[in-house]
C-alpha cells in the first residue's frame, strides 16, 4: 500500500521560503509520477508541479514558475517542493500525490493520481 506523508509547512510572512517534503513508502516508485496540489479555503484543489520518479522530467504550474521547484531524491524515496519569494495567496493545504504511468500531458488534473497524502498546511502571513 502506497503512503505518502508530507511535511515542512507552517507559517511563514510574505517573502520568506518553505520547503516541504513527502516522504513515499510501499512500493516502488519508478513508474509514478509524483505531484503537489494545493487547496486555498474556499477554492478547488490545483495544481503545482510534478516529477516523473524515473528520470526528474519536472513541469511547474505557470503562475508558480521561477518561485516554486520541484524534485525528488531517489534513495530517500522522498520528493521536495521549495518555495521561494512566498506570497499570502499561497496559503493553502499542500498535498502530495502519486500517479502510475502518466503521460506528461495528463500531470496537472488531479483526477488522474491514485495516492494522495494527508496533506501540511503553509500560512503566508502579509
Known amino acids: 500500500q502506497v503512503q505518502l506523508v508530507e511535511s515542512g509547512g507552517g507559517l511563514v510572512q510574505a517573502g520568506g521560503s518553505l520547503r516541504l517534503s513527502c516522504a513515499a513508502s510501499?512500493?516502488?516508485?519508478?513508474?509514478?509520477?509524483m505531484g503537489w496540489f494545493r487547496q486555498a479555503p474556499g477554492k478547488e484543489r490545483e495544481f503545482v508541479a510534478a516529477?516523473?520518479?524515473?528520470?526528474?522530467?519536472?513541469r511547474h504550474a505557470d503562475s508558480l514558475k521561477g518561485r516554486f521547484t520541484i524534485s525528488r531524491d531517489n534513495a530517500k524515496n522522498t520528493m521536495y517542493l521549495q518555495m521561494n519569494s512566498l506570497k499570502p495567496e499561497d496559503t493553502a493545504v499542500y498535498y502530495c500525490?502519486?500517479?502510475?504511468?502518466?503521460?506528461?500531458?495528463?500531470?496537472?488534473?488531479?483526477?488522474?493520481?491514485?495516492?494522495w497524502g494527508q496533506g501540511t498546511q503553509v500560512t503566508v502571513s502579509s
Open positions: 500525490a502519486a500517479g502510475l504511468n502518466l503521460y506528461v500531458t495528463t500531470w496537472s488534473p488531479l483526477i488522474n493520481y491514485d495516492y
Open positions: 510501499g512500493s516502488t516508485f519508478s513508474s509514478y509520477t
Open positions: 516529477v516523473r520518479w524515473s528520470g526528474g522530467n519536472t
